[in-house]
């Protein structure tokens, strides 16, 4: 072996073994250990994806409603007035090959936006410009065609690393070095889709420290890249352009119900109380925390006349999971979505429904929280929003602790 090749397997071994100490650094960072997915209070909500790694995983807190989710879904709101959803698909260690293979299996007609952050994993894998280029074109490709017509994905630039001190080395120059050629082929590639838009990183004023990101810098982030999706949203809302499908897929709405193993369980009372809470805020005569199940409607909660099941055909249930937001009726007699529903036309006669999604963690819709009654009356100043925070309220049960079997 000649000088020059054991020069070059030499600085490839320091690499490799870099890397995997840095790596090894770098999981021993907390990271959120919530469920994947944060909401911000408003009406009407806006739903987000965000797929990849790197800020996206919100490595160094423990929550995502400190991570660059919970400020991004915040900041956006902000802008909009309106609800944001914000799912998380993230992995730390996620290639470009890896991202390709899981945004196969993604339902992305259910997103109006899309931000995708992907590079650490390539970079110090080593991961060559080219083999970046190839998989990116494939997973352009697969996000720009799934998303809905009036959606956009966002991918984010690879930014200088260099400003963690654990990359102040010449291995660590060298990933800054690959991230500067995948932002060169990203731009490249990203100019032949219509949909997709580079999102530059925003530059990190703050004083570098040992840690890789605290809650102020995601929400530095955050603050700098949200303006790009609220122009977005606000212009594909204003021109009434189609939002995303609720619901992609009953299979797999029917498969997230059934994981939950919550059907035909006993009443509990943390979601009697919330419940109650809705009854009483809205002054109705019934409140239902309710299930959509195959062709049943299940209720786990409920106050007022009425059984436990129902068909899920003639349920105001069933329009509800279907709907972008909530779903609200003044007066069901004048509403030709409910008007000739038997429940309108006969007993119970309700004239007054306001009912929320409730979703599983991965955002599938499983039922609703609803409030109804058989007097017409009209909702008030912040009453839709009130009630999308107690159908959260019912979810974060949902999602944080198991199931009461039946005895």
Same mark, same amino acid.
């Given at each position: 072996?000649?000088?020059?090749?054991?020069?070059?397997?030499?600085?490839?071994?320091?690499?490799?073994?870099?890397?995997?100490?840095?790596?090894?650094?770098?999981?021993s960072v907390?990271?959120?250990?919530d469920?994947?997915?944060?909401?911000?209070g408003?009406?009407?909500?806006?739903?987000?994806?965000?797929?990849?790694?790197?800020?996206?995983?919100?490595?160094?807190v423990?929550?995502?409603?400190?991570?660059?989710?919970?400020?991004?879904?915040?900041?956006?709101?902000?802008?909009?007035?309106?609800?944001?959803?914000?799912?998380v698909?993230?992995?730390?260690?996620?290639?470009?090959?890896?991202?390709v293979?899981?945004?196969?299996?993604?339902?992305?007609?259910r997103?109006?936006?899309?931000?995708?952050?992907?590079?650490?994993?390539?970079?110090?894998?080593?991961?060559?410009?080219?083999?970046?280029?190839?998989?990116?074109?494939?997973?352009?490709?697969?996000?720009?065609?799934?998303?809905?017509?009036?959606?956009?994905?966002?991918?984010?630039?690879?930014?200088?690393?260099?400003?963690?001190?654990?990359?102040r080395?010449?291995?660590?120059?060298?990933?800054?070095?690959? $991230?500067?050629?995948?932002?060169?082929?990203?731009?490249?590639?990203?100019?032949?889709?219509?949909?997709?838009?580079?999102?530059?990183?925003?530059?990190?004023?703050?004083?570098?420290?040992?840690?890789?990101?605290?809650?102020?810098t995601?929400?530095?982030?955050?603050?700098?890249?949200?303006?790009?999706?609220?122009?977005?949203?606000?212009?594909?809302?204003?021109?009434?352009?189609?939002?995303?499908?609720?619901?992609?897929?009953?299979?797999?709405?029917?498969?997230?119900?059934?994981?939950?193993?919550?059907?035909?369980?006993?009443?509990?009372?943390r $979601?009697?109380?919330?419940?109650?809470q809705?009854?009483?805020?809205?002054?109705?005569?019934?409140?239902?925390?309710?299930?959509?199940?195959?062709?049943r409607?299940?209720?786990?909660?409920?106050?007022?006349?009425?059984?436990?099941?129902?068909?899920?055909?003639?349920?105001?249930?069933n329009?509800?999971?279907?709907?972008?937001?909530?779903?609200?009726t003044?007066?069901?007699?004048?509403?030709?979505?409910?008007?000739?529903?038997?429940?309108?036309?006969?007993?119970?006669?309700?004239?007054?429904?306001?009912?929320?999604?409730?979703?599983?963690?991965?955002?599938?819709?499983?039922?609703?929280?609803?409030?109804?009654?058989?007097?017409?009356?009209?909702?008030?100043?912040?009453?839709?929003?009130?009630?999308?925070?107690?159908?959260?309220?019912?979810?974060?049960?949902?999602?944080?602790?198991?199931?009461?079997?039946?005895?």
């Open positions: 072996m000649d000088l020059a090749n054991l020069a070059s397997l030499m600085t490839r071994t320091r690499f490799r073994v870099w890397s995997l100490r840095t790596r090894a650094l770098i999981e907390e990271t959120p250990v469920v994947p997915r944060v909401h911000a408003g009406p009407n909500p806006d739903r987000i994806l965000l797929f990849g790694s790197d800020i996206i995983v919100g490595r160094g423990l929550s995502h409603e400190v991570g660059f989710a919970g400020f991004l879904a915040r900041s956006i709101a902000h802008g909009t007035g309106r609800g944001v959803d914000v799912i698909e993230a992995h730390s260690w996620f290639t470009m090959e890896q991202a293979a899981a945004a196969r299996l993604l339902e992305l007609d997103y109006d936006a899309v931000v995708v952050d992907l590079g650490l994993a390539d970079a110090m894998a080593g991961t060559t410009p080219r083999g970046w280029a190839a998989q990116l074109e494939v997973l352009l490709h697969i996000l720009s065609h799934g998303v809905p017509a009036s959606s956009r994905v966002f991918f984010v630039e690879s930014p200088d690393p260099t400003i963690v001190p654990m990359f080395s010449p291995q660590g120059r060298a990933v800054a070095k690959a $991230f500067l050629r995948f932002n060169e082929s990203s731009l490249e590639a990203i100019n032949g889709f219509k949909n997709v838009t580079y999102l530059p990183f925003p530059v990190q004023h703050e004083e570098p420290t040992d840690r890789l990101h605290t809650a102020r995601f929400e530095g982030f955050a603050a700098t890249l949200a303006p790009a999706l609220v122009d977005h949203l606000e212009a594909e809302f204003m021109a009434g352009s189609p939002r995303s499908e609720p619901i992609a897929s009953e299979v797999h709405r029917q498969a997230s119900l059934d994981q939950l193993a919550i059907l035909n369980t006993a009443p509990e009372p $979601f009697d109380r919330i419940v109650a809705a009854q009483r805020v809205f002054g109705t005569g019934y409140a239902s925390f309710n299930l959509i199940d195959h062709d409607r299940w209720s786990k909660s409920h106050l007022g006349p009425g059984g436990p099941v129902g068909v899920r055909a003639t349920e105001f249930c329009t509800t999971i279907h709907s972008h937001g909530g779903v609200i003044g007066d069901a007699y004048d509403d030709p979505r409910f008007c000739d529903n038997p429940f309108v036309a006969g007993d119970p006669h309700v004239r007054f429904y306001v009912g929320y999604p409730i979703e599983a963690p991965d955002g599938q819709r499983l039922g609703t929280l609803c409030v109804y009654d058989t007097r017409p009356r009209q909702l008030h100043g912040q009453e839709e929003t009130l009630l999308r925070e107690l159908a959260t309220k019912i979810e974060r049960e949902l999602w944080a602790t198991p199931i009461q079997k039946s005895p």
